[in-house]
């Protein structure tokens, strides 16, 4: 079993920051990726951004250089620093993460990220 907890949502303006940080516990293997997914009314989930055991990364392309994904392994904790935020980043944001080996999923709660003046 393996459960994730988000915390950091919110409301900001245009051009603001949040951070959002996910914590993992349970039977968590080495290979893994953690990341974000988002949501918005209407529109399929998307990725955001994962990084993996060892630290690669993969960015969607409308967050490239606006949002970066970190994490802190001994901790199982995976972080999502967003700046310059815009308004159509608004939507549910999902911790994800996936075990390589079994391809298996496990999500969070979800946390709402609201960008609007």
């Known amino acids: 079993q393996v459960q994730l907890v988000e915390s950091g949502g919110g409301l900001v303006q245009p051009g603001g920051s949040l951070r959002l940080s996910c914590a993992a516990s349970?039977?968590?293997?080495?290979?893994?990726?953690m990341g974000w997914y988002r949501q918005a009314p209407g529109k399929q989930r998307e990725l955001v951004a994962a990084?993996?055991?060892?630290?690669?990364?993969n960015y969607a392309d409308s967050v490239k250089g606006r949002f970066t994904i970190s994490r802190d392994s001994a901790k199982n904790t995976v972080y999502l620093q967003m700046n310059s935020l815009k308004p159509e980043d608004t939507a549910v944001y999902y911790c994800?993460?996936?075990?390589?080996?079994?391809?298996?999923?496990?999500w969070g709660q979800g946390t709402q990220v609201t960008v609007s003046s």
């Open positions: 349970g039977s968590i293997f080495s290979f893994n990726v």
């Open positions: 994800h993460l996936r075990m390589v080996v079994s391809n298996t999923y496990y």
């Open positions: 990084v993996s055991n060892v630290g690669s990364t």
